[in-house]
């Protein structure tokens, strides 16, 4: 580089370092893209700007990759190491590749040629500062471009967006492979700037959405749907009111659930939540976003499904989506939160308000179905949350599948887009909810959201630990359809609301799949396993040394025999979970001379359940299988497999568990193997399973985390041992009574233990499991074989305990 470009640069760099605080996406590009420092990287950017090349230079020297000012040199030539794709703004503003950059590629790739052993990444990155979509005019439909600006117009959009400013890597491109098998003329070098200019367009599409409605324009097209003026007219005849009237009772529907979303809100929003976080968390740690990112570049429309757990999840998903280079979604947010000034700045931020039930109005239902529809044809990602409401246990509810049939309804207007739906684990080390939550398990009145409730809970808040976003594997709604579903197609109506036989039991089956997706990509972290491990004990305490081994051997657990690809565990050390867990106050610690004793506080216990149950499907296989082994002199693998095997299916629809019962005995040898290698338990001369005494107090601890469970089970099992004609109400309403007396005489301190809605999933899955039979009675040798099963897993206390109540509810039962 000459003596005058490099002054030049260090010129230009000054205001650039005063005027630009970019952010990385995504935060480490060598480890999430596979990006090789030691290999030659070509830099590759959209078009000519000096702004954008300083700014990408800043961002490689803090990732610690080649700088893109340095020239590359090979056999005496040098050559730059940055292209610019377009040459940006003159006199003529169209889109085709300059010489420049075919040149520059076809000289790279001649590189390739003469020398078999190069191999240069070529990384697309894109700079962007603001992401503004615009509104919606004349050229509406004009398909997505980058927005080019001249060195006036890029000074003051550096100088006014300079802090909302993204680096965005995309995957690197091999120019070997390039070389290898598509040549190296200059037709081939061509071809890659013609395709980097449509990733770049589609780039900047992900980021920025397509351009906004005007409200009252995207009413007036819905109001001229043919589904809707068939509702209207329907409206207007049942009610006997006018055709005005009754449109405009749709439009006022309009305006209560409609988005009204604006990119400046959204920006003073980024700012006051960044400062927020930064105050409120340690820290935020999002998984596997780049599968997100590519579904968005590949055009798909996108339905965020996150787990529901607080109130924060609106705004966390959307500020993570945000700092992931994404578009942040409209979201589906209930009407309680349509209060002032909740409700406009939701409203504002892409919030669209959905009634709590449809029922009975069928102006509503249409109306609310055409607008989901008319956001997935213009090409919005969507957010809701198919569990209806916040979890109150801290495990996933039942799926309410309205809004997911909506959108398969949707699908089946005639739109072109592909629908991939993506699940979204969110989880937290501290929900400010939760002892609310405890409170309404307990039989307290859900309080209506207003804005004294939001300040007293913003009063209240302090150190909430981490934050957990984790985007689990993508369910393709078109893919599912065309596997199970192949003729689907023919449904396809523009004009009726399509609700064909399959769609129900297709609906379900994709939210019971949603479902156990989101539990794959549960995180596991300090404070859960913590409370895991203290809800073990009886006492809720342990020494410090008792704790720390339990909490490695959750540990090597979670990490040797992974609950699945997405699921992820904490890297931290024990020592170092502890500390951390420590500082969030929910623990009290006392000293004796021999040393420290952890101990969880009794009013602590109900409220830390919660943050045990977000991880409950992923330890609960090895704790049965230490409960099986601990209850028992010795066992073989096989009747361990068999006894588990009895109860999976009623684990798997509560917890929604992925485990098939063909990969069941191969993930239960593999923990099996896992416990042994721990010295957990040994494995005997002639093949039985033992406990290892040394390691008792561990193993015990383990096997607690399924007590709970299986007592539940077994509370239901013996009403209907004692009482086969039992009906389903009745048995759900006597479980839960036997279950709150179960628990006030052993001190289970678990609101779910005696949930209805628990008790509920139990009962169906008895009936499909083949327990209870097509007319309600239950099949007695079956539940006798269960029951004989479990009471060996009981201490002698509690089996007491519970059958002695259930045959004085047979004796109540038969003096009625």
């Not at 209506?448 to 409730?453: A, D, G, H, I, R």
């Not at 203290?534 to 990490?559: G, H, N, V």
Request: hydrophobic share 40%; net charge neutral.
């Amino acid at each position: 580089m000459s003596g005058w470009r490099k002054l030049y640069y260090k010129l230009l760099n000054i205001p650039i370092k005063m005027l630009v605080r970019s952010k990385c996406i995504p935060s480490d590009p060598i480890a999430e893209l596979g990006l090789d420092p030691t290999r030659p990287i070509l830099y590759v950017l959209p078009y000519n700007s000096k702004a954008d090349l300083l700014t990408l230079r800043g961002q490689c020297l803090a990732q610690e990759l080649p700088d893109p000012l340095d020239s590359f040199e090979m056999d005496g030539q040098l050559l730059p190491r940055y292209v610019f794709i377009h040459d940006g703004p003159r006199v003529f503003s169209y889109y085709a590749p300059k010489e420049e950059s075919v040149k520059l590629f076809h000289e790279y790739l001649d590189l390739h040629r003469s020398h078999p052993t190069l191999d240069i990444q070529m990384v697309p990155v894109s700079v962007m500062f603001g992401r503004s979509p615009g509104r919606e005019g004349h050229e509406s439909h004009e398909p997505a471009k980058l927005r080019l600006f001249n060195g006036i117009q890029k000074f003051f959009v550096v100088l006014w967006l300079g802090r909302d400013s993204f680096v965005r890597f995309s995957q690197t491109v091999s120019l070997r492979y390039m070389a290898d098998e598509h040549g190296t003329d200059k037709t081939i070098a061509q071809k890659l700037a013609r395709v980097a200019r449509m990733h770049f367009a589609r780039q900047r599409l992900a980021a920025t959405g397509p351009k906004l409605p005007v409200r009252q324009d995207l009413f007036n097209k819905l109001l001229t749907s043919k589904a809707i003026e068939k509702a209207v007219e329907e409206e207007a005849t049942s009610k006997k009111i006018s055709i005005t009237k009754a449109q405009q009772n749709a439009v006022d529907i309009m305006e209560e659930i409609a988005a009204n979303f604006t990119y400046e809100t959204l920006r003073v929003t980024d700012r006051v939540l960044s400062w927020t976080w930064n105050r409120l968390y340690q820290g935020i740690r999002v998984h596997n976003a780049e599968r997100v990112r590519q579904l968005a570049q590949d055009g798909h429309g996108i339905v965020y499904v996150p787990c529901h757990r607080s109130h924060m999840d609106y705004m966390l998903l959307s500020y993570v989506l945000y700092h992931q280079g994404l578009v942040p979604p409209h979201i589906a947010a209930g009407i309680n939160l349509n209060f002032w000034p909740a409700g406009p700045i939701f409203r504002r931020l892409g919030a669209f308000f959905i009634r709590r039930t449809f029922k009975g109005n069928k102006l509503y239902s249409t109306v609310f179905r055409e607008y989901l529809g008319e956001l997935f044809s213009r090409g919005y990602s969507v957010e809701y949350f198919v569990e209806g409401g916040r979890s109150r246990t801290g495990r996933l509810l039942e799926p309410k599948t309205g809004t997911l049939a909506m959108t398969i309804q949707a699908m089946l207007r005639g739109g072109n887009r592909p629908i991939t739906i993506v699940p979204v684990y969110i989880g937290y080390e501290h929900v400010m909810e939760v002892g609310t939550y405890a409170n309404e398990l307990r039989g307290a009145t859900k309080e209506k959201e207003n804005l004294w409730q939001v300040v007293r809970t913003m009063r209240r808040l302090r150190n909430l630990g981490m934050g957990y976003v984790n985007f689990g594997e993508p369910i393709p709604l078109m893919t599912h359809l065309n596997q199970n579903v192949p003729n689907w197609r023919d449904y396809i109506d523009p004009i009726e609301t399509p609700r064909p036989s399959w769609l129900t039991p297709t609906v379900n089956q994709i939210a019971n799949k949603l479902m156990i997706n989101i539990n794959k990509a549960a995180a596991a972290n300090a404070m859960n396993l913590c409370c895991t491990a203290l809800l073990a004990s009886r006492q809720r305490a342990l020494t410090r040394e008792q704790l720390l081994e339990q909490l490695d051997c959750y540990q090597q657990l979670l990490q040797n025999v992974p609950y699945a690809q997405d699921a992820t565990a904490p890297t931290d050390t024990p020592e170092e979970m502890l500390e951390h867990a420590l500082k969030m106050s929910k623990f009290e610690v006392e000293k004796d001379n021999a040393g420290e004793i952890i101990i969880l506080p009794r009013e602590q216990a109900v409220l830390m359940t919660y943050y045990r149950n977000n991880i409950h499907h992923m330890l609960v296989l090895p704790s049965l299988i230490a409960s099986i082994v601990m209850h028992h002199d010795g066992i073989s693998r096989q009747k361990v497999i068999d006894q588990v095997a009895l109860i999976y299916p009623l684990l798997r629809e509560e917890l929604f568990m992925h485990y098939t019962d063909d990969e069941l005995p191969q993930v239960l040898e593999t923990l099996t193997q896992e416990l042994e290698r721990q010295q957990l338990i040994r494995i005997q001369e002639n093949g039985l399973l033992v406990l290892n005494p040394p390691r008792i107090r561990t193993l015990q601890l383990l096997a607690a985390g399924v007590r709970e469970t299986l007592q539940r089970y077994t509370i239901t099992l013996s009403l209907l041992r004692t009482n086969p004609s039992i009906n389903r109400g009745m048995l759900e309403k006597e479980s839960r009574l036997l279950a709150q007396r179960l628990s006030v005489l052993h001190g289970i301190n678990a609101p779910e233990f005696f949930d209805k809605a628990v008790f509920s999933t139990l009962v169906a899955t008895l009936r499909s499991a083949g327990y209870i039979n097509d007319v309600g009675d239950a099949v007695p040798e079956n539940i006798q074989a269960m029951y004989d099963m479990l009471t060996k897993l009981m201490t002698p206390e509690v089996k007491l305990t519970i059958e002695s109540v259930s045959e004085l509810n047979v004796t109540a039962a038969a003096a009625e």
